[in-house]
């Protein structure tokens, strides 16, 4: 019998929750050359730091070592936003792992990830749903200070990604815009293949699942919102060298 062994992961979806991680991440392991965690988001270096190594090794698969070519990984989009210490946790266990990262409009994001809390039994005031006007309302007052609402923390792009920037080359992340890989989904997906160094292999059935429908945004508060990531969106274009455009958008 052919030795095995259990392998760390070769890549992690970091983030940004709520930009498309789950279908991409669905995508990739579809890949004849990919492996599938036990489940996609594991949150080790969050939430399960404290099970330890052991644990986390054994989440992936258990490879034949001389399988060439063949990597496996996981994606938890809260590892992007949760603290500044989980790039440093990563780096620690896995220094040479690649790393994707998917923005999306922030304003969209925000009201997604919204709903999202909200499905998990967040922002309820007796039988009555709280506005998501006012969850964000004291943020919006004060645009200097952190934001309360973690609906407006995980938008907060450029801050997320320095945090990671200290600690891993650039060229070990990948960053992409979550409306590009909708649109033009093979194109992305052959790009992130490229990145992890995979041959090239196009799943069939390759496209993104329209998003969520909710009621629409008012025009008062996208305004508004536009505004609050105006400045933070200006520090992400500048620290990447790209301008996503985004206040065109909506």
């Keep these: ?30 890949h004849p050359n990919i492996h599938t965690a036990r489940t996609k988001e594991l949150r080790f270096f969050t939430e399960n730091y404290e099970k330890g190594l052991q644990w986390y090794r ?21 590892y992007l936003d949760y603290s500044p210490e989980i790039p440093k946790r990563v780096y620690n266990v896995m220094p040479n792992a690649k790393l994707i990262v998917l923005l999306r409009n922030p304003v969209d994001r925000a009201y997604s990830f919204y709903h999202l809390q909200l499905r998990m039994g967040q922002y309820q005031r007796g039988n009555d749903v709280i506005p998501f006007e006012e969850v964000i309302k004291e943020d919006l007052k004060i645009p200097n200070v952190p934001p309360k609402s973690l609906s407006l923390h995980g938008a907060l792009y450029s801050k997320h990604l320095q945090n990671w920037f200290k600690v891993f080359p650039r060229n070990q992340i990948l960053i992409m815009k979550s409306e590009e890989l909708y649109k ?16 090239e292999w196009q799943p069939r059935n390759l496209y993104y699942v329209n998003q969520r429908e909710y009621t ?23 620290l990447l060298g790209r301008n996503f455009g985004w206040e065109k958008e909506g």
């Design 1 to 30: 019998m052919k030795d095995k062994k259990l392998i760390m992961p070769n890549f992690l979806i970091i983030g940004t929750a709520k930009a498309g991680t789950t279908a991409l991440y669905h995508h990739l392991t579809k």
């Design 184 to 199: 033009e989904t093979s194109k992305y997906y052959s790009q992130v293949l490229r990145f992890l160094e995979l041959p």
């Design 216 to 238: 629409k945004l008012s025009e008062d508060t996208r305004r508004k919102l536009i505004s609050y990531f105006e400045p933070h969106n200006k520090k992400l274009y500048k």
């Design 58 to 78: 054994k989440q992936f698969p258990s490879l034949v070592n001389n399988i060439p070519n063949v990597i496996t990984g996981e994606a938890t989009p809260d």
